[in-house]
T-cell receptor, first 114, second 112 residues
Framework: ETGVTQTPRHLVMGMTNKKSLKCEQHLGHNAMYWYKQSAKKPLELMFVYSLEERVENNSVPSRFSPECPNSSHLFLHLHTLQPEDSALYLC?????????????FGPGTRLTVL | ELKVEQNPLFLSMQEGKNYTIYCNYSTTSDRLYWYRQDPGKSLESLFVLLSNGAVKQEGRLMASLDTKARLSTLHITAAVHDLSATYFCAVALTGTASKLTFGTGTRLQVTL
């Protein structure tokens, strides 16, 4: 595997379900990010992790819970979501948080909340 | 609050034509990124612009940055169908390297 991978690629869940999104980067980067991409809205930054420590939390509802067990893996735990949370969730990584390097994105997880 | 605006939001152009996409942002920044997204796919990094007057070119795409005007342009030369995609600019506030604010995107459709 190369670059940034995400699983699952598609997820349909009910409002009472609990699920998790997984992201893995194979680039040796130290920073990882979660973004939400909704239809007709700009990409929104949700969380930023640097060396497993959360450094940014962009006023995201508590029904989204990130976890970064090591610098290569990032999870987004989901529970009691709302239909408006349906979106494409993108994971990204970069060399470091305080660098000018671009962020590399994974293929995304298309989430539908019924 | 940093705002990033792109225009046009949608662009339909014929193969062989030239056109420019504009990205304006509201607050001082020292770096700007351009990304491409194909339908149903992820974002692919195109350019990283780090200083005033920076110009980068890759194939038929050329990006420039004017930090004084808070403006970046993405110029398309002699468009081909393969360039059809959505193009995003993203800006980071000075001193906040990790926090990118994205524009709404420009959907480019190149017709034969």
């Amino acid at each position: 595997e190369t670059g940034v991978t995400q699983t699952p690629r598609h997820l349909v869940m009910g409002m009472t379900n609990k699920k998790s999104l997984k992201c893995e980067q194979h680039l040796g980067h130290n920073a990882m990010y979660w973004y939400k991409q909704s239809a007709k809205k700009p990409l929104e930054l949700m969380f930023v992790y640097s060396l497993e420590e959360r450094v940014e939390n962009n006023s995201v509802p508590s029904r989204f819970s990130p976890e970064c067990p090591n610098s290569s893996h990032l999870f987004l735990h989901l529970h009691t979501l709302q239909p408006e949370d349906s979106a494409l969730y993108l994971c990204a990584s970069s060399l470091a948080v305080l660098s000018y390097n671009e962020q590399f994105f994974g293929p995304g997880t298309r989430l539908t909340v019924l | 609050e940093l705002k990033v605006e792109q225009n046009p939001l949608f662009l339909s152009m014929q193969e062989g034509k030239n056109y420019t996409i504009y990205c304006n942002y509201s607050t001082t920044s020292d770096r700007l990124y351009w990304y491409r997204q194909d339908p149903g796919k992820s974002l692919e990094s195109l350019f990283v612009l780090l200083s005033n007057g920076a110009v980068k070119q890759e194939g038929r795409l050329m990006a420039s940055l004017d930090t004084k005007a808070r403006l970046s342009t993405l110029h398309i030369t002699a468009a081909v169908h393969d360039l059809s995609a959505t193009y995003f600019c993203a800006v980071a506030l000075t001193g906040t390297a990790s926090k990118l604010t994205f524009g709404t995107g420009t959907r480019l459709q190149v017709t034969l």
